[in-house]
């Protein structure tokens, strides 16, 4: 099947007992069994629901992967991918990262023996500095949140294997629809569920596709036993979220190519930051390996004024003022303020993340008024 039906067909199928189309919610706790270890394939629905198990088939499918499994949040995701990790073992990550993965990683991993190293992953140099016969995985996003930087998969990935060491990448900027790197060598992809594959700002959900069986084994074990699972009821949304995903995702992409080009031509930006545009530091590999570019641009205002800025996320009346991205609607926010305040401001800094820097979520609404509204806005 190609994306277009594999989002829809997927991993699911009628209701067998009743011919629904739509995959029933499973609101059940507990499975009737005919006697002891006989039954239809589910016990207690931390282990498995017929709701979940269908979302993650289907998102198996779409990333191009074998398994898939779905927790309560994004983080929830990223937390079963360190638990496989042992005291001792090091971690490379991308110094531009979500702020609640630099959370997690420094103040809920670091305490159990895992020593992080953030590098600046658009120079693989980096990366080879770095490791060592106790590094155990590479922990990437691309493009990476706030900064848009593109990170070439395959050469991580290369590097990587080299040396017998895991690639972890979160694809929730660019989703499988633009983005497969599982196709280019990672080991893992993380999704926050959240943003654009549930798509509708209505459901916390995160996920987690491979194709290795050992790795998926432990996800799943790690899923069963720390139990951080979401509901059949969110995951019915997302299924139904994801219906559309190669529908949005166009629309996304092709107002971002236009609010990009404006904001790029504005006397009140110092720079845009968005992989569409050919004066991006990786405007290239961004082509090789996206099929477009996505909704999500950040820019920094002239004079890095963190007051104007303030006035500007505060002006825009469609673009709504709120954390989160990847919604039907536009948002705006403000990183160092909102989603990467966890960040010391001096890291920060080093990756980009200036007291100006603003980042936009570009909905699906028409171009004309939401370019209106950053005009209105950009008025200060």
């Keep these: 099947m190609k994306f277009n039906t594999k989002v829809i067909h997927a991993g699911v199928h009628p209701d067998a007992s009743t011919g629904a189309i739509m995959t029933p919610i499973y609101q059940t706790s507990t499975y009737v069994q005919d006697e002891i270890g006989v039954h239809k394939g589910f016990e207690y629905s931390r282990t498995g629901n017929p709701t979940r198990q269908a979302l993650e088939n289907n998102l198996a499918a779409i990333e191009g992967g074998k398994y898939g499994a779905c927790f309560g949040s994004g983080l929830a995701a990223i937390d079963a991918i360190v638990k496989m990790l042992n005291p001792g073992d090091e971690v ?3 110094n531009d990262l979500y702020g609640g993965s630099y959370r997690i990683f420094t103040t809920i991993f670091e ?6 190293h953030f590098v600046n992953m658009l120079d693989i140099q980096n990366i080879e500095e770095k490791i060592n016969d106790k590094t155990k995985l590479i922990w990437t996003e691309t493009p990476t949140n706030p900064m848009l930087n593109i990170i070439d998969i395959k050469k991580v990935c290369d590097l990587a294997h080299e040396n017998n060491i895991m690639v972890g990448v ?3 900027f660019a989703t499988p629809y633009l983005q497969n790197p599982l196709a280019l060598g990672a080991d893992v992809v993380m999704h926050s569920v959240t943003k654009y594959l549930g798509g509708h700002s209505d459901v916390i959900m995160g996920a987690l596709v491979t194709n290795d069986d050992k790795i998926a084994e432990e996800i799943y074990r790690i899923q069963n036993s720390s139990g951080a699972v979401c509901g059949p009821m969110d995951s019915f949304l997302v299924l139904r979220g994801i219906k559309t995903l190669h529908l949005r995702m166009q629309r996304h992409c092709e107002n971002g190519e236009k609010i990009a080009h404006f904001l790029n031509n504005h006397p009140l930006i ?5 992989p569409g545009l050919k004066s991006h530091s990786n405007h290239e590999v961004a082509k090789s390996q ?6 999500m641009i950040s820019f920094n205002l002239v004079g890095d004024d963190l007051e104007m800025a303030k006035r500007v996320v505060s002006k825009t009346e469609l673009f709504t003022l709120a954390e989160s991205l990847g919604g039907v609607e536009s948002l705006i926010g403000h990183p160092s303020t909102m989603t990467h305040a966890s960040i010391p401001r001096e890291e920060r800094m080093k990756s980009g993340v200036v007291d100006s820097l603003i980042r936009l979520s570009v909905g699906i609404e028409d171009i004309e008024d939401l370019i209106s509204d950053l005009k209105n806005a950009l008025m200060v």
């Design 111 to 116: 305490k159990y023996g895992i020593k992080f």
């Design 270 to 274: 110092d720079t845009v930051y968005w």
């Design 92 to 94: 490379i990550s991308t």
């Design 170 to 172: 979160d694809n929730t």
């Design 290 to 295: 996206m099929k477009d570019f996505g909704g």
